[in-house]
Nanobody, 126 residues
Framework: QVQLVESGGGLVHTGDSLQLSCAASGLTFSRYTMAWFRQAPGKDREFVAAISRSGSITDIADSVKGRFTISRDNTKNTVFLQMNSLTPADTAGYYC???????????????????WGKGTLVTVSS
């Protein structure tokens, strides 16, 4: 019954901001390292950001560093991705991922992760 449900995507213009949310259920949320990935049409899946169980450690991809911030609220079973200064290169489906064993560093590859959400689409027009 584990479920990760992303929300907050939409169509925005270059320079706009969006905050994505991933609501988790069916798991002990605080025991899971959480991450965001994205995949644009015709492109490989790309790591975006990860956050440790307590939220004390974050790992941000170089491509979005300085613009995106990952955070979590363990009382709400939710992880967030704040996206600022969006560009068309950020257009992709954004996916939430959870794993009880991996660190934020080892989640970067996207391999062997226990749970994935269905994604939310972010489209940034020029």
């Amino acid at each position: 019954q584990v479920q990760l449900v992303e929300s907050g995507g939409g169509l925005v213009h270059t320079g706009d901001s969006l905050q994505l949310s991933c609501a988790a259920s069916g798991l002990t949320f605080s025991r899971y390292t959480m991450a965001w990935f994205r995949q644009a049409p015709g492109k490989d899946r790309e790591f975006v950001a990860a956050i440790s169980r307590s939220g004390s450690i974050t790992d941000i991809a170089d491509s979005v560093k300085g613009r995106f911030t990952i955070s979590r609220d363990n009382t709400k079973n939710t992880v967030f991705l704040q996206m600022n200064s969006l560009t068309p290169a950020d257009t992709a489906g954004y996916y939430c991922a959870a794993d009880p064993r991996m660190t934020s560093a080892t989640m970067k590859s996207g391999d062997g992760i226990n749970f994935w959400g269905k994604g939310t689409l972010v489209t940034v027009s020029s």
